[in-house]
């Protein structure tokens, strides 16, 4: 196992457009995550799966953003109507459940640029 | 609401000397905390995590030190090397196993 591959590393798309990033998880992981990071601060979640179900969605998720995980193994993120505040790097991450001794596992993140 | 504060944005320490790095949270609720490490263009790399309750917890040249009277936890690397020079982020985590992460500290160890 690579560990969480994440795809694209880059991204830059003009304002409006929509854009999707893919993650695939570590494969004995049941929980997923999403972040996101800018630059000097630290990553802020978005969202989680356990297998399928979305459960948490944080209030920095707007109507413009949508996951999923379908069968519960990669996930994909989609950003609709592009804006210039959405310029940052996106995060997976993902766990097995149970106490946190070991942490997330995170990818190498997708770099967004709105141009 | 900062939930989790790493008021120091950056640290240098000579090779070979002790490295402090400092966080503070306002959670009491939190039951984990854990340290990641990150290099430029890269995901954030866990490195040590201390159950709420533990006050210590060691891991080769890194010791984690959590106070929760005082809502604190610190990161010592001993000794500090040339490759440990990365952003070191603080992080939390509740009963919903989302992390709330801190600003970073960005370490600079000098040969």
């Known amino acids: 196992d690579t560990g969480v591959s994440q795809n694209p590393r880059h991204k830059i798309t003009k304002r409006g457009q929509n854009v999707t990033f893919r993650c695939d998880p570590i494969?004995?992981?049941?929980?997923l995550y999403w972040y996101r990071q800018t630059l000097g601060q630290g990553p802020e979640f978005l969202t989680y799966?356990?297998?399928?179900?979305?459960?948490?969605k944080s209030r920095l998720l707007s109507d413009r953003f949508s996951a999923e995980r379908p069968k519960g193994s990669f996930s994909t993120l989609e950003i609709q109507r592009t804006e210039q505040g959405d310029s940052a790097m996106y995060l997976c991450?993902?766990?097995?459940?149970?106490?946190?001794?070991?942490?997330?596992?995170f990818g190498s993140g997708t770099r967004l640029t709105v141009v | 609401d900062q939930q989790v504060k790493q008021n120091s944005p950056s640290l240098s320490v000579q090779e070979g000397r002790i490295s402090i790095l400092n966080c503070d949270y306002t959670?009491?609720?939190?039951?984990?905390f854990l340290w990641y490490k990150k290099y430029p263009a890269e995901g954030p790399t866990f490195l040590i995590s201390?159950?709420?309750?533990?006050d210590k917890n060691e891991d080769g040249r890194f010791t984690v030190f959590l106070n929760k009277s005082a809502k604190h936890l610190s990161l010592h690397i001993v000794p500090s090397q040339p490759g440990d020079s990365a952003v070191y982020f603080c992080?939390?985590?509740?009963?919903?196993?989302?992390?709330?992460f801190g600003s970073g500290t960005q370490l600079t160890v000098l040969p």
């Open positions: 494969s004995e992981h049941n929980r």
């Open positions: 992080a939390a985590s509740g009963s919903a196993r989302q992390l709330t």
């Open positions: 201390i159950s709420s309750i533990k």
């Open positions: 799966f356990q297998n399928e179900a979305q459960l948490e």
């Open positions: 991450a993902s766990s097995s459940t149970g106490p946190l001794n070991y942490g997330y596992t």
């Open positions: 959670n009491s609720m939190f039951d984990y």
